[in-house]
T-cell receptor, first 111, second 114 residues
Framework: GENVEQHPSTLSVQEGDSAVIKCTYSDSASNYFPWYKQELGKGPQLIIDIRSNVGEKKDQRIAVTLNKTAKHFSLHITETQPEDSAVYFCAASTGVRKLSFGAGTTVTVRA | EAGVVQSPRYKIIEKKQPVAFWCNPISGHNTLYWYRQNLGQGPELLIRYENEEAVDDSQLPKDRFSAERLKGVDSTLKIQPAELGDSAVYLC????????????FGQGTRLTVV
């Protein structure tokens, strides 16, 4: 089955700096890569996703890049703000089959 | 539009007791998932439904866990009997169709087995 690895497990950044989280996946058939943000006591919420026919996608301060050859994808958050502090999960799916999640990255934005 | 609704939010039970979780997905979503999230880890799939059919239950511990999705809408996940290792957050999610479309998660049920 699909195996998704995520790094780093924790990330502390100064407010205004950028944060980068990296994930690798094992199944070359994976074609959907969402990123979820989970705040304390809440369920994960989708923040951005990318499909295998696209190399990069941006939404305001958030961007995701995908390298299909290397089987890795990354989340970039620019101009970080205190409200960006949360746990972020990457995930991968081959389409209709299950979504496999990484172990998560705890991001702390220092004021 | 209401999101995915789960109940209860919290449950504390003694080991060997039964417990049930309920989920109401977003209206019109064909796919429903139950995930288990252990502390400090990502969600792990327990079972996935397409309408009322369980299409992926390979990770469900069938000796003690059961699930149903009657009429392809609401779903119930049951554990009987519960063990200490079952303590976790149980998340329900739904998507329009399959794992290639956005999955919307409920707030989860935090289960503590003592």
């Amino acid at each position: 089955g699909e195996n998704v690895e995520q790094h780093p497990s924790t990330l502390s950044v100064q407010e205004g700096d950028s944060a980068v989280i990296k994930c690798t996946y094992s199944d070359s058939a994976s074609n959907y890569f969402p990123w979820y943000k989970q705040e304390l006591g809440k369920g994960p919420q989708l923040i951005i996703d990318i499909r295998s026919n696209v190399g990069e996608k941006k939404d305001q301060r958030i961007a995701v890049t995908l390298n299909k050859t290397a089987k890795h994808f990354s989340l970039h958050i620019t101009e970080t703000q205190p409200e960006d502090s949360a746990v972020y999960f990457c995930a991968a799916s081959t389409g209709v089959r299950k979504l496999s999640f990484g172990a998560g990255t705890t991001v702390t934005v220092r004021a | 539009e209401a999101g995915v609704v789960q109940s209860p939010r919290y449950k504390i039970i003694e080991k060997k007791q039964p417990v049930a979780f309920w989920c109401n997905p977003i209206s019109g979503h064909n796919t429903l998932y139950w995930y288990r999230q252990n502390l400090g880890q990502g969600p792990e799939l327990l079972i996935r439904y397409e309408n009322e059919e369980a299409v992926d239950d390979s990770q469900l511990p069938k000796d003690r866990f059961s699930a149903e999705r009657l009429k392809g809408v609401d779903s119930t996940l049951k554990i009987q009997p519960a063990e200490l290792g079952d303590s976790a957050v149980y998340l329900c999610a739904s998507s329009l169709y399959g794992a290639g479309t956005e999955a919307f998660f409920g707030q989860g049920t935090r289960l503590t087995v003592v």
